[in-house]
Every structure is written in C-alpha cells, then in structure tokens.
C-alpha cells in the first residue's frame, strides 16, 4: 500500500537544507497615490458624493490607497461621456485606427509589466509569478489579438455588415483584476463600441493604472471611462437607460440579479459566472503529470478562478495511491508573501472571501468529509487560508456543489466513463472540465457529453485570447475571446 504520510521538502533525507531563501519581488518602481477620482471624458474627476473607500493590502492588511466610490449622477455622467465618445470620434474612427491604439495599449502593457504585475500582487494576493507570467502576458495577449481583428470585421462576419452596437457597461470581478478589464474592453474597442469599466471594490489599482496608460496611448476621452466603487454602483450602471450592452463576470447570485434588471429592456447581455469544475482521472493517465493538473486546477490563484478544478473525479483503481501523491506534492507548495517569487500559494484576496471559504470548509467537516491540509506556517498578518482536500465526499455535500471560490479540492470517486460523466455534470454550474487519460477516443467521447463550456485534455487552466471560454446552465452565456468574444460586441442585422 503507498504510504500516506506527506513529506516535507526539507526532509528528503538528502543532508541538505532545501528551504528557499525569501526572494522578495521590488517593489520601488510602483508608486501607488494616495487618492484615485474616477476616469470620465478623459479627466480624473471627484465623486459628486466626495465619498471614497480604502483598498488594502490582503497579504498584509495595510491600506494602500483611498479611491472614489461613484454615485449614480457619477455613473450618468461616464454614460453621457462614451456616449458623446461613441457619436463624435469613435464611430467615425476607421478600423484601422481602433488597431493602432489597441496595439499602442498592448505594447504599453509589456513594457510596463512588472510595474502592473507588482501592483496587481499588492492589491489582491496573488503570488508574484502568477501576476507575472500569467495575467500580464495574457492581458496584452487579449489586446493584441482584437487589435488584428479591427480592421477586418468584414472578414471576421463575412457578408453580415458588422455594426458597433454603442456604449458597453462592464462589471469584472477582483480575481484576475487587469485581465478580465482586457478581456472586456479588447473586443469591445476592435467592434467600434465606447465602454464604462467597473472594476472590483477590492482590486481597482491595475484598472486605474490602466486608466493611465489609455491616456499614455492617446486613446480619445471617452471612449473608456472607468468606475470604481462597490456593488451599488455596478446595479446603477448595469440599470442606466443609455447603455446597449452589458458584459458582466462575477457570481451567479449577481449575475442573475442583472439578468432581471435588464429583462426587457433589450439591452444584449453576456455573463460569465460561477463553477463547480470536474477535472476527470482515469487509471490509464499519466498519474505524475494529472496530480501537477490538479495541483495547478485548483491551488492556482489560491483557487479564486471560477474555472477551477475544484472538484477532482478519480477512477476507484487508483484512488489511494493518487491522493497519497497528491498529499506529498501539497506539502511542497509554498504559502506566504506574494511578493516572494517563490510562493505558489498567496493571500486569499479579502476578509469576506476568507469568511466564505471557512464557512464552506466547516461544512464539509460537519458534512462528514475528512479534511487534509499540509502542515505550513502562515504569516500573523493577512488573510490566509491553507491549501486543503477533502476526500470522502457525497455529491450531495455543500462543498461538492458550491462555489467555494478558495483553495479547496473536494476528492470524489467513479468506476466507470458513465459514471464520471454523470457525477461531473451533477452540478448546477458548467464553465469547464479536465480529463485525464491516455484514448484519445475517451477524449473525445467525455467532450461531447460534457455540459461544459472549455474542456481541457491531459491539462488544466489554459488560457489563450484565441479561444473562446464561457459556460452553461448557471456558469453564464456568452463568449469571451476568440472570435465568438467578438460577437458579443457587433450588430449583425
Ligand atoms: P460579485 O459578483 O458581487 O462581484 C463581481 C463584480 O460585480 C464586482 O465588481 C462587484 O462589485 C459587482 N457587483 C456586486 N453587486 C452588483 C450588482 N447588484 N450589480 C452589478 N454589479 C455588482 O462577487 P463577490 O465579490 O461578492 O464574490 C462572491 C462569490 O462570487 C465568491 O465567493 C465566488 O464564489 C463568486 N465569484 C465568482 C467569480 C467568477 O469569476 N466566476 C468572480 C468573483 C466572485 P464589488 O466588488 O464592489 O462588490
């Protein structure tokens, strides 16, 4: 039987001391304001309230900055501000010119992306070498993609006469701040459309870093106005008469409450909401390379990724000896400092955040379920939460239906391809999936009956702005990327 007991990096019995060395990321060359205003008709303006509210630091829990919370007369004015963008400059700017400022931002995303990386680490917790080598890249990947389809919308809706369809209002969620903002306003821009941003009340920093760097690309006022604030400014946004479309990421509970709001107003509308993601393994996959899959599936970005692996499906021949060397492979995993290049784990990206997931893993221990967490020390400051799995889970159990939105792998078995299926789609969510086997066939037998919207194979959390992603039943509808995200964003009548 394989042993069970997790080891240590440090105790391999190889005489060494393999502990890392802190390597902290500088951070000199990010400065951070202590004000922020609101970004409309291209000026950094006051709230009409005068209110603000304090973003922090959830690695450290110190305050880095107070930022403008925006009221409904701010809203209307952002609407009024792209509207007046959309009417005068940008629907009157040629296809060709939309790519250039797109590439401009693009270019000026890479050169300031260790300044944007740091930033986005301070403000939400994500470890450094996320930031670095995945948020940052893919962002400025997303602008250049759409700024090559600017110019060629014909081709993209060949004999369809694409029109831009006006002002766009976008909700995005504090998980991957600067990403979903390239994500939303890449196509958005390509199409011909004018857009108000609202970024997340607990990461607005990068959009805001964003908001100067369209300035730097000479982007015309108005065509991007961005609105920090909290939840109440998202409704009034998403509710204001003047906007014909809405693109919204976030959970489901608001994602539906939006979806009544805009009920009949016919207003076109994207959502892209929660998961309960099966990532499937079968006992003829390469068992070394599926526990990395489900390491990166749902410890990646402290699993606050609503197409996490979260729930791991393993065929009952290979369970134990499976969880046996996931268990040792979480003991390696590095929690701390997200500024450390060296941390895999960071910080859970605020208190609220950290309150649900605590509930949802006391549920599952009330449930029945039998909690691991390896054993590692977690700094006095902060909001932090252990990698943990949990096996001998039911399907019924909370934590095997809910978005838990944290670190937390809930471990159910299956015997059969059938049976696999039929557990993975048992669930109301269906953003995405994993398999994990050497046919091929299987492959492509599982995509098929899968109600997911992206499937990964032999693989886990690839993202590329060429592909489309989005979900089914409660995850949302809706295409981002891809030229299905360019779709959302044109009038083909
Ligand atoms: P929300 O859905 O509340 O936040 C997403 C965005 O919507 C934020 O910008 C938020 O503003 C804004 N918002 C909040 N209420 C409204 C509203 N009524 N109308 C329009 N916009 C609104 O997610 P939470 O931050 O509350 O997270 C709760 C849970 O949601 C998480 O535990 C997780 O399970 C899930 N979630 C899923 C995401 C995904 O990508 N699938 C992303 C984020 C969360 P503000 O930040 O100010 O609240």
């Known amino acids: 039987m394989a042993d069970q007991t997790p080891v240590s990096a440090a105790s391999l ?108 680490t301070i403000d939400g917790g994500k470890p450094i070498k996320e930031s670095r080598d995945v948020d940052l890249p893919l962002a400025a990947a997303h602008f250049f993609y759409y700024a090559g389809w600017a110019d060629k919308l014909d081709y993209a809706f060949p004999g369809r006469q694409p029109q831009p369809l006006g002002v766009a209002a976008q909700v995005i969620p504090w998980n991957f701040p600067l990403l979903m903002a390239a994500w939303k306003l890449a196509p958005a821009l390509a199409a011909g459309n004018t857009v108000v941003l ?49 693109a919204f990421t976030g959970s489901t509970e608001v994602g539906k409450a939006i979806q ?47 197409c996490a692996g979260s729930r791991l499906l393993v065929q009952e021949s290979i369970a134990e000896p499976l969880i046996a060397k996931l268990k040792r492979r979480m003991a390696t995993l590095r929690v701390g400092d997200p500024l450390d290049k060296n941390t895999d ?36 400051r902060g909001f932090w939460f252990r990698p943990t799995v949990f096996t001998g889970v039911a399907q019924s159990y909370r934590i095997a239906q809910e978005e838990i939105f944290g670190p937390v792998l809930s471990v159910l078995t299956f015997r059969t391809p059938a049976e696999a299926v039929e557990k993975a789609n048992n669930t109301p969510y269906g953003l995405s999936a994993g398999v994990w086997t050497d046919k091929g066939s299987r492959i492509l037998d599982l995509a098929n009956r899968l109600r997911a919207g992206v499937i990964w194979a032999n693989t886990f959390n690839r993202f590329d702005p060429t592909s489309p992603f989005g979900g089914y039943k409660e995850s949302g509808f809706g295409r981002e990327g891809g030229l299905h995200g360019l779709t959302a964003y044109v009038d083909l009548s």
């Open 13 to 120: 019995g190889l005489g060494l001391d393999l502990a890392y060395a802190p390597a902290p990321e500088a951070t000199d060359h990010v400065r951070i304001r202590e004000h922020y205003g609101l970004l409309i008709g291209g000026k950094w303006v006051e709230p009409a309230s005068g209110k603000g509210f304090k973003t922090v630091n959830p690695a450290t829990e110190v305050v880095l900055a107070e930022v403008a919370e925006a009221g409904e007369e701010d809203v209307d004015l952002a609407v009024k501000a792209a509207r007046a963008a959309y009417d005068k400059v940008w629907s009157k700017t040629s296809g060709a010119q939309r790519a250039k400022y797109l590439f401009r931002i693009a270019r000026i995303l890479q050169e300031r992306a260790r300044e944007f990386a740091v930033l986005e």
């Open 198 to 246: 609202k970024p997340a009340e607990t990461t607005p920093l990068t959009a805001l870093l964003l908001g100067e760097v369209l300035e730097q690309a000479e982007l015309p006022p108005g065509v991007v106005n961005i609105l920090t604030g909290a939840g109440a400014t998202g409704a009034a946004l998403v509710a204001h008469p003047d906007v014909e479309k809405v």
């Open 260 to 306: 009544r709001t805009l009920a009949g107003s016919g207003k076109r509308l994207t959502l892209e909401l929660g998961g309960k993601a099966a990532n499937i393994v079968f006992d003829d996959a390469p068992i070394d390379q599926a526990v990395e899959g489900i390491v990166n599936g749902i410890y990646f970005n402290q699993g606050h990724v609503c």
């Open 345 to 380: 784990v960071g910080a859970i990206n605020s208190r609220q955040q950290l309150a649900r997931i605590e509930e949802l893993v006391a549920s599952g221990e009330a449930e029945g379920a039998e909690l691991y967490q390896p054993p590692c020390d977690l700094p006095a």
